[in-house]
T-cell receptor, first 114, second 112 residues
Framework: GAGVSQTPSNKVTEKGKYVELRCDPI?????LYWYRQSLGQGPEFLIY????????DSGLPNDRFFAVRPEGSVSTLKIQRTERGDSAVYLC????????????FGQGTRLTVV | QKEVEQNSGPLSVPEGAIASLNCTYS??????FFWYRQYSGKSPELIMS????GDKEDGRFTAQLNKASQYVSLLIRDSQPSDSATYLC????????????FGRGTSLIVHP
């Protein structure tokens, strides 16, 4: 596609539920990043994929968070047993190679845990 | 010390003035530097990238990089009310990783 696409745009879920957030990167981009952004803060790194593999998952806050990219394109961020503190905007970005190349963001998914 | 530091602002400038946004970073070996603009409720939009010491100009925007001082800035000439947004500095190559690390952003307000 022309740009990074994230679905859904908004997600409201109850505390304790499971959610999946999807990211479709720019076609041909091998690097994919997930970030989380809270109000008044910059994007906070969660996980970086290079192709199908998670090259760096050091930003995932705990084991309730998991992400996959099985075919090296679309990625899914999965959050189990959601907590109110997980409420934030989840941003996905992709870049051509990941090596100093520019990263482009999708429109984000606003997750609200009630 | 945070890895990428920005003054949160707000920075308020009159229309037509030059807005100067600053960013410092902690790792001298960082390789590439980016400025993003983020309007309220929207996602970050890449506006400038810079890789070498010196200035890089693109329209009304100039990015300046000084690796010795670990400092990168963004100048916006002839500021317009439509430039009012949060400007995020991102640094790639911190700690040897290819993961853009962001500052908290500087809020810019351009008043008519």
């Amino acid at each position: 596609g022309a740009g990074v696409s994230q679905t859904p745009s908004n997600k409201v879920t109850e505390k304790g539920k499971y959610v999946e957030l999807r990211c479709d990167p720019i076609s041909g981009h091998t690097a994919l990043y997930w970030y989380r952004q809270s109000l008044g803060q910059g994007p906070e790194f969660l996980i970086y994929f290079q192709g199908t593999g998670a090259a760096d998952d050091s930003g995932l806050p705990n084991d309730r968070f998991f992400a996959v990219r099985p075919e090296g394109s679309v990625s899914t961020l999965k959050i189990q047993r959601t907590e109110r503190g997980d409420s934030a905007v989840y941003l996905c970005a992709s870049s051509a190679t990941g090596e100093d190349t520019e990263a482009f963001f999708g429109q984000g998914t606003r997750l609200t845990v009630v | 010390q945070k890895e990428v530091e920005q003054n949160s602002g707000p920075l308020s400038v009159p229309e037509g003035a030059i807005a100067s946004l600053n960013c410092t970073y902690s790792d001298r070996v960082s390789q590439s530097f980016f400025w993003y603009r983020q309007y309220s409720g929207k996602s970050p939009e890449l506006i400038m990238s810079i890789y070498s010491n010196g200035d890089k100009e693109d329209g009304r925007f100039t990015a300046q990089l000084n690796k010795a001082s670990q400092y990168v800035s963004l100048l916006i000439r002839d500021s317009q009310p439509s430039d009012s947004a949060t400007y995020l500095c991102a640094v790639n190559g911190l700690r040897g990783s290819y993961i853009p690390t962001f500052g908290r952003g500087t809020s810019l307000i351009v008043h008519p």
